[in-house]
């Protein structure tokens, strides 16, 4: 197993900054690509952004690209999301993942994750 803590959520104004971190444990021996989605309440889970384990292979949501920047420490087994320029809509969960083992690039879609972690909220304020 491979549990996933994510850290660095909290409540900013608009068009400031937020750091997420993803620290994974257990089983990490065979991990590859980490990803990010975001939840609403009453909405579908969204890909936000993914990255293999080289970091060659990197992938972003439009409605984040510019502003969003994914990054990981394979040393730390740590993933990062640091986010600029924030804005109301950037409100959400946000939830770190693992995919499954034999994907080796930035995968986009929800069914090609396998681990979840517990999520933390980003309020934007207006």
């Known amino acids: 197993q491979v549990q996933l803590v994510e850290s660095g959520g909290g409540l900013v104004q608009a068009g400031g900054s937020l750091r997420l971190s993803c620290a994974a444990s257990?089983?990490?021996?065979?991990?590859?690509?980490m990803g990010w989605f975001r939840q609403t309440p009453g909405k579908e889970r969204e890909f936000v952004s993914g990255?293999?384990?080289?970091?060659?292979?990197?992938n972003y949501a439009d409605s984040v690209k510019g502003r969003f920047t994914i990054s990981r420490d394979n040393a730390k087994n740590t993933v990062y999301l640091q986010m600029n320029s924030l804005k109301p809509e950037d409100t959400s969960i946000y939830y770190c993942?693992?995919?499954?083992?034999?994907?080796?690039?930035?995968?986009?879609?929800?069914?090609?994750?396998?681990?979840w972690g517990q999520g933390t909220q980003v309020t934007v304020s207006s």
């Open positions: 993942a693992v995919a499954r083992g034999d994907i080796s690039y930035a995968a986009s879609l929800q069914s090609e994750y396998f681990y």
């Open positions: 990255i293999n384990w080289s970091g060659g292979s990197i």
């Open positions: 257990g089983r990490t021996f065979s991990m590859d690509t």
